[in-house]
């Protein structure tokens, strides 16, 4: 499978509201992401970003707006074939091993037809851990299977929430090398933060949440 690429507006959103208990917890938001960029998402503790993203994989129901993918509607099949989201808890199976998990995911959501599962392995830093099972890796060794399962999704738009956290230096410059080949892709990225680490070194546009009440 190639990345889809059909329009270089990738994501538009219009007047997207997500409450709680009928509290606002963002918007009403209007922002667009367009292939080659990444939308960095910033905010305080609590101010949504976390949900903001869940709410656009299309895992939380939003209260109001419209979500649109290449001009269309964000349906759950064409979210399905442009988004990968990173979340933060890995989504791995502890008691598969790192091959086993990315196969399984590959199977789930596709695999990009220029990668391979083990030349992933090795962009992330994981060779030499295809045995390894899940639950006996590390929290960065976790993260950077995430990032591998990432590198061989087909989506072109990246949901990264706080792709940086229990990263060491070098990973961090992992995800930073990541996203800029992604963008150089056709793709795009949305990357939450609040402030506390690197920005990826790319084309980035600003989108602050408030901090919630
Ligand atoms: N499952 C939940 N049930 C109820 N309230 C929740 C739930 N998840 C998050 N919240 C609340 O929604 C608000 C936004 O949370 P969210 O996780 O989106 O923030 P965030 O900006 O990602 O925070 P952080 O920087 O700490 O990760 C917070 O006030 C939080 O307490």
Redesign the pocket.
């Given at each position: 499978m190639s990345r889809p690429v059909s329009s270089s507006t990738l994501l538009e959103v219009h007047n997207l509201g997500f409450s709680?208990n009928e509290l606002p917890?963002f918007g009403p938001l209007d922002f667009s992401v367009s292939a080659g960029e990444a939308l960095l998402v910033q905010?305080?503790?609590?101010?949504?970003?976390?949900?903001?993203l869940?709410v656009l994989a299309g895992l939380l129901r939003a209260d109001s707006g419209e979500i649109a993918i290449g001009g269309q509607p964000a349906e759950p099949l064409r979210r399905a074939r442009a988004i990968a989201y990173l979340g933060?808890l890995p989504g791995l199976k502890a008691d598969l091993s790192v091959l086993e998990n990315l196969h399984h995911l590959c199977g789930l959501h596709g695999q990009r037809d220029t990668q391979s599962i083990e030349s992933a392995l090795a962009v992330v830093g994981l060779s030499g851990y295809e045995d390894a099972l899940a639950r006996q890796l590390s929290a960065g060794q976790k993260k950077r299977l995430s990032l591998a399962r990432l590198w061989l999704s087909p989506a072109p738009l990246w949901l990264m929430?706080?792709p940086y956290a229990n990263l060491d230096l070098e990973g961090i410059e992992l995800v930073n090398r990541m996203v800029r080949a992604h963008l150089d892709d056709g793709g795009a990225s949305l990357v939450?933060t609040?402030g506390a680490y690197a920005a990826p070194p790319v084309r980035t546009r600003l989108l602050e949440?408030g901090k919630?009440a």
């Open positions: 709680r917890v905010g305080d503790n609590g101010s949504g970003k976390t949900t903001l869940r933060h929430d706080e939450t609040h949440l919630a």
